[in-house]
């Protein structure tokens, strides 16, 4: 991708891990194509985000990035800096910033040049554009050889894709307070569930900490735990999991992805009924209404 500068576009600012930038290219792309406009991503935040590295270049994205000096929100650092912002001409850009979960039907009247700073957790925002989104979140490169074995395994079988999110949600107080965490006694449920639906299943458990996945998940079922790879290469272990049939989701936007990409009108989905513990955050416009919510 490449910086351009000047160049009147829909700019979406990116942040946070690999789900939560999808999210953000998807409203802006969608958004972009309804307005018959190209997208600027802006890349700046992720350039100072220490918890995740920017990992959209794994798709084959249309979109370039942003110069920050295009931002509507643009704060120049240092004293030369500052001083040279008071005669920055002001920004064209109309900023929507969007701090709720709910889904805000208005951003989709939106014309004109806009800069979208959100989290856009809902597929609403880009109704109509599955099929070029689906099309532009496919890999930019073939799979390692080791993901490829897993492939084979997971196209040789009557594929569920299980993920469990652990991580930060374990380890920072902030993030716990506000996702938790999911308890072997749902992912029972959810396999029990979901064998009724799937038969002969194989459950293919994806997890960034296998061993809890391995000491915490049991099945009457064959389960395969992959394991994660300090690669980079997230997007294609995502790519795993839409391979799969079907699938049960941590309350994580990765596994949301994971089980969207699957674009078989056919597939089942399970959801934890529950995705955050914070009462405070609304989930009602997350989950698509076709997936099942246990």
Same mark, same amino acid.
């Given at each position: 991708m490449t910086e351009t500068r000047n160049e009147m576009a829909v700019?979406?600012?990116?942040? *946070? *891990?690999?789900?939560n930038q999808m999210f953000q290219y998807a409203a802006g792309r969608a958004l972009s194509l309804r307005t018959r406009q190209p997208l600027k991503i802006d890349i700046s935040s992720m350039r100072k985000y220490r918890r995740r590295d920017f990992s959209l270049e794994e798709f084959n994205i249309e979109a370039s990035v942003a110069d920050p000096s295009d931002s509507p929100v643009y704060r120049p650092r240092g004293f030369w800096a500052r001083t040279l912002q008071k005669f920055r001409k002001p920004s064209p850009y109309r900023y929507i910033r969007h701090v709720e979960q709910a889904f805000a039907p208005e951003i989709l009247d939106l014309t004109g040049l806009v800069y979208l700073e959100g989290y856009w957790q809902s597929e609403k925002y880009f109704a109509g554009f599955e099929d070029t989104i689906r099309t532009e979140f496919a890999l930019a490169r073939p799979m390692s050889n080791a993901r490829q074995a897993t492939l084979a395994r997971i196209k040789a079988s009557n594929a569920v894709s299980v993920h469990v999110r652990r991580g930060d949600y374990v380890t920072n107080a902030s993030a716990n307070a506000v996702h938790g965490t999911i308890d072997p006694e749902w992912y029972a449920a959810a396999m029990q569930r979901m064998a009724e639906k799937v038969q002969d299943?194989? $459950? #293919? %458990? $994806?997890?960034?900490?296998p061993a809890w996945a391995s000491a915490n998940l049991k099945s009457?079922? =064959? %389960? %395969? #735990?992959?394991? =994660?790879q300090d690669d980079g290469r997230d997007a294609e272990d995502m790519h795993l999991m839409a391979a799969c049939g079907s699938h049960i989701t941590a309350n994580s936007t990765f596994s949301w992805w994971g089980a969207w990409l699957n674009p078989n009108p056919l597939k089942h989905v399970i959801a934890p009924l529950q995705w955050f513990r914070s009462t405070a955050h609304d989930d009602k416009d997350l989950i698509p209404t076709s997936w099942e919510r246990l």
């Open positions: 700019i979406t600012h990116i942040v *946070g *891990g690999l789900g299943p194989t $459950f #293919f %458990v $994806f997890s960034d900490d009457q079922w =064959p %389960v %395969v #735990f992959i394991a =994660p």
